[in-house]
């Protein structure tokens, strides 16, 4: 009997030294696994990202309640986001955002709307003398402003590179003629931001002479 204390001693060794070694294995897997999952799985802190607080329409003027700050990890934030708020508040979406969504700069009219912190700029309200251009419009779109000729003067325009601001809903108005005839329409109002030094002439000129718009 003495003769086999050894081998006893042996064996009841043994689930100690398996357990040490897979517990060991155990480590090295996980080891393995977390260096290879992206930063995103393994809980790596990102970067601060402005994105939207609620879902967005476009055209919408983003003011500092619609914006948000959460941090998105290195690898899957997209190029062009931003983490500053302040550049970001006073511009125009040009297309509809989910919540959460990062705001990149592909997204966003290229200057701030006016009275929202861009001195160099100002919004004009328009009438477009053709309804059918307006429909066309989008917020974001860049256009050239165009007065019509009339009464001996010849078409101008009168800037170039406007950004569209916002086109009004409110149905089309007809024109009368003097005898009561229709002589045309005019489509919604149509917002344009401008550099403020040819603003007030698009907006005076707008008021004595049709107005269009070409697309750039």
Not at 34 to 44: K, Y
Not at 56 to 75: E, H, I, M, Q
Not at 127 to 142: I, S, T, Y
Not at 179 to 207: D, F, I, M, N
Request: charged share 20%.
């Amino acid at each position: 009997m003495l003769h086999d204390l050894p081998v006893l001693r042996r064996l009841h060794g043994r689930p100690a030294r398996l357990l040490r070694r897979w517990l060991a294995l155990a480590l090295l897997l996980s080891g393995c696994i977390a260096l290879f999952l992206p930063a995103s799985a393994r809980g790596a802190p990102g970067t601060a990202t402005v994105v939207s607080a609620r879902d967005l329409p476009a055209g919408t003027l983003l003011r500092a309640g619609d914006l948000k700050l959460v941090d998105v990890p290195d690898d899957v934030r997209p190029h062009g986001a931003t983490s500053q708020t302040g550049s970001v508040e006073g511009r125009l979406l040009v297309g509809a955002a989910r919540a959460g969504e990062a705001l990149t700069d592909v997204r966003l009219v290229g200057a701030a709307i006016p009275g929202s912190g861009d001195p160099e700029s100002s919004t004009v309200p328009v009438r477009l003398a053709d309804a059918g251009v307006a429909e066309l419009l989008r917020p974001g779109h860049r256009v050239d402003v165009v007065a019509a000729a009339e009464a001996g003067r010849e078409a101008s325009v009168l800037a170039s590179m406007a950004v569209v601001a916002a086109v009004g809903g409110q149905g089309t108005e007809q024109d009368t003629g003097p005898r009561g005839g229709r002589t045309g329409s005019k489509g919604p109002l149509v917002l344009l931001s401008l550099p403020s030094e040819v603003a007030t002439r698009v907006a005076a000129t707008s008021l004595e002479r049709p107005v269009t718009v070409t697309l750039r």
